[in-house]
Nanobody, 123 residues
């Protein structure tokens, strides 16, 4: 039902910031939790952050905790991932997805993946 389109990635230098956006189509955006995952070359997709359907609860991977903020704007049907102090290890394709399961960090509990947006951080 829901289609997601990520944007906001780009080529930046270490220490820079980016705000990734995940625009959702459909009528029930506010009923889903949302998550951000990333996949670096040669690595499996890993959890980055998640937010509950009401936006009250958020969850972060240790690798981004303290410098990233996930948020959502239900009126705009959009979820965001603000990333500050970017590091070369943040280089990856970032995907957003709809939470359809129970866990917050498990890839298997998400569906309707977007096409991804590339984040490249140079040192």
């Amino acid at each position: 039902q829901v289609q997601l389109v990520e944007s906001g990635g780009g080529l930046v230098q270490a220490g820079d910031s980016l705000r990734l956006s995940c625009a959702a189509s459909g009528r029930t955006f506010s009923t889903y939790g949302m998550g951000w995952f990333r996949q670096a070359p040669g690595k499996e997709r890993e959890f980055v952050a998640a937010i509950s359907r009401n936006g009250i609860n958020t969850f972060y991977a240790d690798s981004v905790k303290g410098r990233s903020t996930i948020s959502r704007d239900s009126a705009k049907n959009t979820a965001y991932l603000q990333m500050n102090n970017l590091k070369p290890d943040d280089t990856a394709v970032y995907y957003c997805a709809v939470r359809v399961g129970v866990s917050w960090i498990g890839e298997r509990d998400y569906a309707y993946w977007g096409q991804g947006t590339q984040v490249t951080v140079s040192s």
